[in-house]
């Protein structure tokens, strides 16, 4: 298993192409704060997998678990899905339940090597949502651990907010109960042209920036244009009136991290 940059290997899926893109929202950038946001993309032999992952905004250290959580939920999942000569499909349950069990075996080890209260680490740096989707020859099922934006062939959903602003997040599962995991959607992809998974951020993404921007061909063109355009949107600009002697500040539109994933039809292949 490696890293997804290009799908075309994949003989089944070689008409898809994913990528990603993400911005530290301006008011972390205000007070000095990091891009607590991750994503990753990953692909199996059996399956392509994605996932944008927001680290709790009240936790110190909560970039690290998002960084890591979207690794481990990839690779998982990817492992599920490669396992024995009958693979288990994206619609089972029983693949969201081990995928649960196996990830956070996976952070009791790093939280084991650490010196310190297990329950402090896991507030400190482990707290964090999840939305992403596992694409197959057969299935598209988008799903989700928390708060985020989907937005499939100009459908959207938003996930939360949630009570008290407290999303449920995997790791609650190291000192409790394991939040479940809510499928979005599950579809056929010869019935899918678009689709875009995004963090919390991307509900600011809406009548004149829309989210649906993202699904335009060019963006699936180049690794690097959602970042480029999240971006741009969230530059800060200065305006200036002479005659009054007076300056006004722009921050960007987007307040929040936002973190998003493309995936469709890789531009000039047919479906």
């Known amino acids: 298993m490696s890293d997804l940059s290009d799908l075309s290997d994949l003989s089944d899926l070689a008409s898809w192409q994913a990528y990603g893109g993400s911005v530290v929202g301006a008011d972390h950038r205000r007070s000095g704060r990091c891009n607590q946001d991750a994503w990753h993309l990953q692909r199996s032999e059996r399956a392509v997998i994605g996932v944008v992952a927001d680290g709790c905004g009240s936790a ?27 693979p288990i499909q994206p619609t089972d349950p029983e693949l969201w339940s081990r995928a649960c069990a196996r990830s956070l075996d996976r952070l009791a080890a790093l939280v084991n090597t650490l010196p310190g209260s297990s329950a402090a680490i896991v507030h400190e740096a482990l707290l964090f949502t999840l939305v992403g989707f596992v694409l197959t020859p ?26 008290d602003n407290r999303p449920p997040y995997l790791a609650y599962g ?4 394991t939040p479940p995991v809510t499928i979005i959607h599950a579809v056929a992809p ?14 600011q993404l809406r009548g004149d920036i829309p989210l649906a921007q993202f699904a335009a061909p060019r963006y699936l063109a180049h690794p690097h244009a959602i970042t480029r355009q999240l971006a741009q949107l969230n530059r800060e600009r200065l305006e200036i009136d002479w005659s009054a002697e007076y300056v006004e500040r722009s921050h960007g539109q987007l307040a929040d991290d936002t973190t998003l994933l493309v995936l469709g039809r890789a531009p000039g292949r047919p479906a």
Not at 141 to 160: F, K, M, N, S, Y
Not at 174 to 177: E, Y
Not at 190 to 203: F, K, M, P, Q, R
């Open 190 to 203: 010869a019935s899918v042209e678009c689709l875009i998974v995004a963090t919390d951020g991307a509900t």
């Open 174 to 177: 190291l000192h409790g109960p």
């Open 138 to 163: 057969t299935q598209l099922v988008v799903h989700a651990i928390g708060d985020g934006v989907v937005w499939l062939d100009g459908q959207r959903t938003e996930l939360g907010p949630f009570a």
């Open 60 to 86: 110190p250290h909560s970039e690290v678990g998002a960084w890591l959580g979207a690794r481990i939920w990839t690779h998982t999942l990817a492992q599920l899905l490669d396992e024995g000569p009958h």
